[in-house]
Nanobody, 132 residues
């Protein structure tokens, strides 16, 4: 399975910005990051993990959970095998552990569908704390 390592979390004031990074390694032989559907999820204490943003392997189309639309942007640099989540106008309710996820088996699915589905590979998570 692909190995994912997140970074970039931290403490930020409400209204501030953070950019999370996720470096992918050990990709399946013959495949590149472009072949993987990639996503960011988050989990706050006492809550279920929820899909935040997803980028399809088909055409790079994206989908976001409603509460982050217009504030968060998922992107990737395939040459660096790195996925990003730019988070602007952060709110206290955005505080959570953020996880990067990737999967080869979502090919052909719209990103909004993948955002509600299981992923095969996960990172260890990075903590985002937003002070009010």
């Amino acid at each position: 399975q692909v190995q994912l390592v997140e970074s970039g979390g931290g403490l930020v004031q409400s209204g501030g910005s953070l950019r999370l990074s996720c470096v992918a390694s050990r990709l399946v032989s013959g495949f590149t990051l472009d072949n993987y559907t990639i996503a960011w999820f988050r989990q706050a204490p006492g809550k279920q993990r929820e899909g935040v943003a997803c980028m399809s392997s088909n055409d790079g189309s994206t989908a976001y959970m409603d509460s982050v639309k217009g504030r968060f942007t998922i992107s990737k640099d395939s040459a660096k095998n790195t996925v990003y989540l730019q988070m602007n106008s952060l709110k206290p309710e955005d505080a959570a552990v953020y996880y990067c996820a990737a999967d080869l088996n979502h090919h052909g699915r719209p990103p909004a569908y993948s955002l509600r589905s299981a992923f095969g590979s996960w990172g260890q998570g990075t903590q985002v704390t937003v002070s009010s």
